[in-house]
Structure formats: structure tokens, C-alpha cells
């Protein structure tokens, strides 16, 4: 059995070798369709976060939101994911969210979010289903045998992975019974984010409906993306594709889950095309959307939050949470920073956002 620096070093060659790859044949890439390939895959975060934008106005009625701050929070969040392993993005977009919507709570923005996952987790389940039916997607127990070393040492050392899955369990059991003076307080702002599902056709009219629409465009971002490389786009594949990246997005070890992509790809497109050529396609459909998510992303940050970085963004969102902490331990709800100025400023400024204010709706 390989040791786990072998099994590492093995991946990463393979990776580097599959990006070489990729940059001596660009000649070979269709830039029309990469090009539409991508403006799907953004339109597709632009309906996400107009139906989140719908789970915020519901838990917060008569607030003035703004849903360009909402779009920018997504693309940050996106974009950082892209490029820095460990879903750092969603603490992005956590913050990002809160400071845009004037009184608003972490508790409740975090409950939005599991509200506007619940569509997509059942499209997954389905979309996973599918995939293990057609015989070229690997079952979990193999996973282990996949050229990717995040996935297949998890799947290897299986007691290994039971011990981090426990140890995750105790932190939140442990956490929870911290927590426990603040719970009903806590539990009250967590309901506020899932106000919408009372209102059933409100819901399915606002989020599930746009929701749905958000899949088609990432449909047809895929169909182009595999076009574009040669690979060859048909129903069938493009919802492979999608489930890899259901794979791929639950072991975030790597940014946007590369590794592990790049292996369930060639092991699901060994029969379409030659290794090489899928190879370079998920490493450069990965490049692609990596680039363009993250230069969305920090085009955000700093035109519509007025952070200089993803990195401001990140002390801004710790300060503000440990200003809210303090506020809650005090018996008061922190006021929201003003996340379009600097991050210094926001965090100093009390009260409305100024400019065209958080009183325009988009």
C-alpha cells in the first residue's frame, strides 16, 4: 500500500501534467463556446442569488435589500472557492450577506442558506442516482482506486475517515452545550431565515422556480464547457459531469474540489475520448471557471463592498463577529458595518449604508 506522501506526490504529477497538457493544446480550444460556456455558468449565479435574495426579503420584511450586494456576495464567495481550498468562501458570503442587510443576524443568514440548498440537494440525490445507474460512474467503495489523493485516502482509511466524522460530531454536541443560555434566543433567529417555506406557492413562484431555471443555465454552461474541449456534449454526459462536481464539492480539500474532479472525469469519460483530452479538459474547464469566477468575485469586493481583497473581507467579517459576540454577551445586538466602505471604516460606522443606501431595491 502506497504511503499517503506517495499517493500525494503521484496526484499532484498527474494534475501538473494534465495542466501542461492543457496549455499545449489551446489551439485546439473553441473559444466561442468556452466563452458561452461561462456566461451560463454566470447567469446561473445571478437566478442563485436572486432566489436568495427572495429568502432574505421574506425573513426580513419591510428591510430595504439591495440584491446587487446579494449577487456581489455570491460572486465573492464563488470566486474565493475557486481559488483557496477549504470553502473559505462561504464565511465570505456569510458576512457579506449580514452587513447587507441592515439588523440582520448570522443565525438567520446561515438558515437562508440551508433554506436555498434544500432544491439542490434533492436534484443531487437524483443526479447521483443516475449516474451510479449507467455503470461508468465509480461506486463509493471504489473511490479508494481513484488518482486523486483527497478522496481516495478518505475512502481508504475508512476508520480514519469514522474518527474525523466523530470528532466533528463532538465539536458541535460541545459547541451546542456552550451555547445552550442562548439557545431559544439562537433557534429564533434560525426560524426567521425559513419564513418562506410557510408561504408554499411564495416559495416554489420565488426560489424553487429560479432555482430550477439556475440548473438549465449551469446545463447548458456544462453542454458548451464539453463541447469547447473536444469532449463531446450530450444529456448524458453533462449530468456525469454534474455529478462529479456533487463528488467533488463535498471534499474540499482542494479548490473546487480539482483533484478529485480531474480523477472521476477520466474515469467517466475513458470511453468518449482519449485520456489526454479529458485530462485537459477538466483541468481546463477547471482553469476557466476559476479565473472567471474569481476576477467576478474580486470585481465585487471592490466595486460594490469597497474592500481593497478577499483578505480585507475576511478580517472585516472575524471583526464583525467577534463585535457581534460581544454585543450579544452585553445584551445587545451589534449594529451592521458598512461593508461598501473600507474595512476599516464599516467597521467603525454605525447605522444606513450611505450613497444610494440600502433603501434601493433591484
Known sequence: MPSASTSLAH???TFFDAVGKFFSDLAAVHWGLLALGLFFFGANLALRSRAFYAIMRAAYPGVPIQWLRILGAYLAAVGFNNVVPARGGDVIKLFLTRSSIPGS???TVASGFFVGSIFDAGVGVLILIFAFSQGVFPKPPDFSKLNSFDISYLAEHFRFTLFLLTVLGLIAVVLFAVLSPKVKAFW????QGFTILKDRRRYLREVVSLQALSWLCRFAAFWFLLEA???GASVKNVLLVFAVNQVAGAVPFTPGGAGVQQALLVKVFAHN??????AAYSVGQQIAIAAFTAACGLA?????????????VIFAGRASREAER????????ASTPRAEEGPAEGLRARGQPRGRGAGARY
Open 11 to 13: 496526484s499532484l504529477s
Open 105 to 107: 443576524t448570522y443565525p
Open 188 to 191: 429564533q433567529r434560525v426560524r
Open 229 to 231: 474541449f473536444g469532449v
Open 273 to 278: 475520448a482519449s485520456t489526454t483530452v479529458v
Open 300 to 312: 465585487a469586493v471592490v466595486f460594490i463592498f469597497r474592500f481593497r481583497s478577499f483578505k480585507e
Open 326 to 333: 460581544e454585543a450579544e454577551a452585553e445584551g445587545r445586538l
